[in-house]
């Protein structure tokens, strides 16, 4: 009995089939199962430990070294303010310290209504409009307590749901397409384009050898 | 005065609408360069990157050129993208995969091509949400125009493109534990040697790892010349390059420009550019080269941005990225922050790094917030030589990585900068700038 829903198991699978490992899926399953269940339970990792052939033990070891993924269950939103340098500079703390207030929860906390969690993170990449915030790994570009507060009211009246969407870095990202050409074709495919190019280094080896001997 | 004559090399769609569009980007000249690639032989588009010396765009500048070479005599099996931009203040290549993914996308396939590679990698850091998404929409545009999968264009060459999500962890940057993400396993960089990927890399395969501003280069290239775009930049350091400006100057962002060509005033002043700093203050620090690179002072503004240039004068360019510092920043507090940052990130497999971070940050957190100690400067000095013994720049390395060697930096020059600054913190018994 799959924990994952239908829709998700099937994706699970497509992505297990694109690399040459199954464990190679490791990561964007994980991803997968916080989509469905906003953290990673208990269930979820077994249900990756199976598709990628490895351990409960495996997959929650492998997990943990990676900040995007959560053990413990968090709130709707998750909210990331940087305060790295670039952020620093700009008021990235002050920024943390009044979001913190706003939400209503501590860093690394959920809020008692389970809508927000609130994380300091490191360098998101956009530090032309720092201090950077991200929510849900959305950039949401609030650099000021005044925008970030119209932000959260936005968030809670569900103005944003199309620019954030549920927690799952690969919700909207939808493979179409592919290699649909056996092992083999490539295999010969390769071997030809091959010989060709041995025939060429060998023909200009052969002239230049011709040229020393004129 | 800044030189902006130079092409616009990987941001010619910098102000076009909807650039990340298939339609917007065949419209300026999109794919035109994956078909020339396809008629030459395999070999000849290799050549034509020889040509361009192009140096890779990642940090480290190794000539991608040589990368390639290296494989040559045995047949290459992967070609990895290295997305996983994480280096504080650095943010070209989330420029680059949100509003040129066609662009890089392209590069891709002509390396593979140029390679032999049937199978590529992008790695794109996880919290790209919407990268990730341009970059899947970009794959799945050139599957159905046939510039990607089987027989590309009607050639004898196919390619499948896998865009991957890493998940939040800075290490992933570094070449080997990228390939370990892709494994699906914890990030922990590999150790050398094999140094280079080249020869043992994903699976134990040969596998080529680029960045993502090194392959958008490749369109341009394969259309121009690889001579034409070394005729650009002077030395070693050819072409154009991305540079990102931020901290505290007026106008941050991406600004793409000829290599050596401009200096550090330039990016910072010009006003097409940085376009200074805000009314009445003056430039105390930056940073030239990303976080792990030793900081420059307002004497050595007119620096050219090259790779040669900048390391002779013991930094680098590193990731391209420049934080300006004003004279009300508090350098204490900078430096907290970004051996914090080391530390929070250090993988933890090498005691230098994962107990040297560490007890920095705690020493530099007391310094900054109170109950520091004035031996505490000489102190900071000693560990940062026990992770880089004898802080020469290039650093010793004590660990399997470079990422131990890069806490030093900051620590360093901050002290040797600004020794006075650290001073006043241990007597005021905190920051007096709060």
Redesign the interface.
């Known amino acids: 009995m799959s924990h994952f829903r239908a829709d998700i198991r099937q994706r699970a699978e497509e992505l297990v089939a ?4 199954q ?6 399953l ?2 997968l199962a916080q989509e469905q269940d906003g953290y990673l339970s208990d269930e979820g990792i077994a249900e990756v430990a199976a598709l ?1 052939g ?1 351990t409960p033990a495996d997959v929650r ?3 943990s ?5 959560h053990l413990e269950p968090v709130g709707r939103y998750v909210v990331g303010v940087c ?4 952020c ?3 008021g990235g703390e002050e920024l943390l310290e009044h979001a913190s207030s706003t939400l209503g929860c501590a860093v690394g906390a959920t809020s008692d209504d389970g809508l927000f969690t609130l994380e300091e993170t ?7 409009l ?1 201090p950077c915030v ?1 929510v ?4 949401v570009r609030t650099t000021t307590p005044a925008t970030f507060d119209a932000m959260v009211s936005d968030l809670r009246e569900g103005r944003l749901d199309h620019d954030v969407p549920r927690h799952g ?2 919700i ?10 056996s092992k083999d ?2 295999a010969a ?2 071997a ?3 010989a060709a ?1 041995t025939a ?1 280094a060998e023909a200009a080896a052969a002239a230049a050898a011709a040229q020393e001997n004129k | 005065m800044a030189s902006l004559d130079a092409p616009r090399i990987v941001s010619s769609r910098r102000d076009v609408a909807d650039s990340f569009t298939l339609n917007r980007y065949l419209e300026t000249g999109g794919y035109v360069a994956l078909r020339r690639a396809l008629t030459m ?3 000849a588009v290799a050549a034509e990157v020889d040509k361009a010396s192009l140096l890779g765009r990642g940090g480290a500048g190794f000539p991608a050129g040589r990368k390639w070479s290296m494989l040559r005599r045995s ?1 290459i099996s992967y070609l990895v993208v290295n997305g996983d ?7 070209k ?2 420029y680059l995969v949100e509003r040129d993914p066609h662009q890089l996308v392209e590069g891709v396939i002509i390396a593979a091509y140029a390679l ?1 590679v ?2 590529a990698f992008i790695f794109l ?6 990268g ?2 341009r970059v ?1 929409q970009a ?2 545009d050139a ?2 125009l046939g510039a ?4 590309i264009f009607g050639s ?5 493109i ?9 290490i992933c940057g570094e070449e080997t534990s990228l390939l370990e ?7 922990f960089p590999r150790i050398k040697p094999p140094f280079f990927p080249a020869v043992t890399g994903l ?1 134990g395969e040969p596998t080529v790892v680029n960045n993502v501003e090194t392959m958008s280069n490749l369109p341009w290239i394969i259309n121009n010349g690889g001579e034409a775009f070394a005729a650009l930049g002077a030395g070693r350091s050819t072409g154009t390059r991305l540079f ?5 100057v007026k106008n ?3 600004f793409e420009l000829e290599m050596v060509k401009n200096s550090f005033r330039d990016i910072i002043f010009d006003p097409a550019l940085g376009g200074g700093l805000a009314e009445g203050r003056t430039l105390k620090a930056f ?1 030239p080269g990303g ?1 792990s690179a030793p900081w420059f002072g307002p004497d050595q503004l007119d620096t050219p941005l090259g790779q040669d240039e900048v390391g002779a004068l013991g930094s680098m360019l590193g990731s391209g ?1 420049i ?1 300006v ?1 004003d004279d009300a ?1 508090c350098v204490v ?2 430096t907290w ?2 051996t914090k ?1 080391f530390s ?2 250090s ?1 933890g497999q090498c005691t230098p790094c994962r107990e040297g971070s560490g007890w920095i940050e705690r020493i530099m957190y007391r310094l900054e917030h109170g109950g520091g100690r004035l031996e505490d400067l000489d102190l900071l000095l000693d560990l940062c030589d026990n992770i880089a013994p004898g802080l020469s720049w290039p650093p010793q390395q004590t660990t399997i990585c470079v990422l131990g060697p890069s806490i030093p930096s900051s620590v360093h020059s901050a002290l040797s900068m600004f020794r006075d600054d650290f001073v006043a913190h241990v007597n005021h018994g905190g920051c007096p700038h709060d």
């Open positions: 694109l690399y040459p490992r464990r190679s899926a490791m990561l964007p994980l991803h990628t490895t070891g492998t997990a070294f990676y900040d995007m993924f305060t790295n340098v670039a620093l500079l700009a490191e360098c998101l990449a956009d530090c032309n720092a991200q849900n790994h959305r950039y870095t690969l909207r990202v939808k493979r179409q397409g592919g290699l649909r050409v074709d490539i495919e390769r030809e384009a091959l190019r060429r | 032989f395999p070999e047949p931009e994480s280096e504080p203040a650095t943010f290549d989330h032999q049937t199978q850091r996880g919290e790209f949400a919407l990730l998404e899947q794959l799945n599957y159905a990607l999968g089987s027989k004898n060459f196919s390619l499948d896998v865009v991957h999500p890493g998940a939040g962890a800075y993400a892709l494994e699906g396993k914890r990030g699976y990102a400006l931020a901290g505290d941050p962002g991406v940073i976080v990225s934080v510092m920043s507090r900078a922050r970004i940052f929070r990130e993988c």
